[in-house]
């Protein structure tokens, strides 16, 4: 240890500090060191390679990885904050046995599936299986985790309570039987506004591109020229000049004229039209809930199950995402909120949603997470 108050002084009077000196015969030793180092590592892999310790053929890039590769990791379950959509779970030590895979396939057939669980851990991107009848069984949602998925959604538009209620319980089965964190989405259907029906004689007419489309709140079966818009939010909102969109934007009509009960419009892509035919307006926000009487009902539900995300369909503004989290925050156990679970979705697929800068970040600001929903953008 030297101080700055020694030095070394020569015949000629100039002084020199000493620490210095030390200072610099340090920094030329460490980079010695690290250079000497470096050789040695580049030494040990050049003799790991040309031993095959680490060089494995090119054809296993785009195969699954041998069976005796697999490391099934723990993580700990049934805690409120299990899984994410965003962020990767901890790597836990532990690790139990891989299970049982199928025998190699017969030439033509698919290949086995290989739980190669270990990779999971280092991919940023995750996986969104949207569940059906055809992939209700365990052994499919099995196969599906191991093919990759990570989260998988329940869509609310579609089946039962009680077929929810088992596909998460099946989900969790897969997720304790492979010990690793699988994420439950629970995606709520929205306000989504539906025509009436047509006349049986012409059930799916032709609208032509120029032609006139009346929609109204007459109950009676529509034509060619007009149906009903059960949806008097629409029919007052609306104003000349205005886009409305029928079937995911299939077809498409600028209104030209309204009235007390009903929109005239002039048909600019024109389309088959039928029954109960889904009616958008990019072009307006729509002064309705988010949450429709079914989709509190579903969501009441939803929460007495072991979920992690929840979606809402059609945002339009920040205030969507508030209701929904206010309906959330008084029916969900503190300790789970605390632990900021369920997360919330914010399904952009309406272009008013998007259209502000400023409404937009507020959605941002106030959801867990953005989903780019296909809709009319």
Not at 247 to 259: E, I, P
Not at 344 to 368: H, T
Request: hydrophobic residues 40%.
């Amino acid at each position: 240890r030297f101080g700055p108050e020694i030095r070394l002084s020569d015949s000629s009077g100039d002084e020199e500090n000493l620490e210095d000196v030390f200072n610099a015969h340090v920094r030329h030793e460490a980079r010695a060191r690290a250079m000497a180092s470096l050789v040695l590592v580049r030494c040990v892999l050049l003799v790991a390679g040309v031993a095959g310790l680490v060089v494995r053929p090119p054809s296993s890039l785009g195969t699954p990885r041998s069976p005796h590769a697999v490391q099934l990791r723990r993580a700990p379950l049934r805690s409120p904050v299990r899984a994410s959509l965003t962020s990767e779970p901890p790597r836990p030590a532990t690790a139990m046995p891989p299970p049982p895979l199928t025998a190699t396939p017969e030439p033509g057939t698919a290949p086995p599936l290989v739980a190669d669980v270990h990779e999971r851990w280092t991919k940023s991107t995750k996986q969104l299986a949207t569940l059906g009848p055809a992939s209700s069984t365990f052994e499919m949602l099995e196969a599906l985790f191991l093919s990759g998925a990570d989260t998988f959604r329940l869509n609310f538009s579609h089946g039962k309570h009680d077929e929810k209620r088992a596909l998460v319980e099946r989900i969790r089965a897969v997720e304790a039987k492979h010990g690793k964190p699988i994420c439950v989405l629970a995606d709520l259907q929205g306000p989504k506004l539906r025509v009436g029906v047509f006349d049986e004689a012409n059930p799916k007419p032709k609208l032509l591109k120029g032609q006139t489309f009346r929609f109204d709140l007459d109950a009676a079966p529509g034509d060619d020229t007009r149906v009903q818009l059960p949806h008097e939010e629409i029919i007052s909102t609306l104003r000349v000049g205005d886009t409305l969109l029928v079937d995911d934007g299939k077809l498409r009509m600028t209104v030209s004229a309204t009235g007390p009960d009903y929109v005239e419009t002039i048909v600019e892509v024109g389309g088959t039209i039928s029954n109960r035919k889904g009616v958008n307006t990019p072009s307006v926000v729509l002064p309705i809930s988010p949450l429709t009487p079914k989709d509190r009902d579903d969501l009441a539900f939803a929460l007495t199950l072991d979920i992690d995300w929840i979606a809402l369909s059609f945002v339009q503004r920040a205030a969507d995402i508030a209701e929904l989290r206010d309906f959330v925050n008084a029916r969900v156990p503190f300790e789970i909120k605390e632990a900021g679970y369920p997360k919330i979705m914010a399904k952009l697929e309406k272009p008013a949603a998007v259209a502000d800068p400023d409404s937009l970040k507020s959605i941002i600001d106030l959801c867990d997470g953005i989903m780019v929903a296909r809709g009319d953008l």
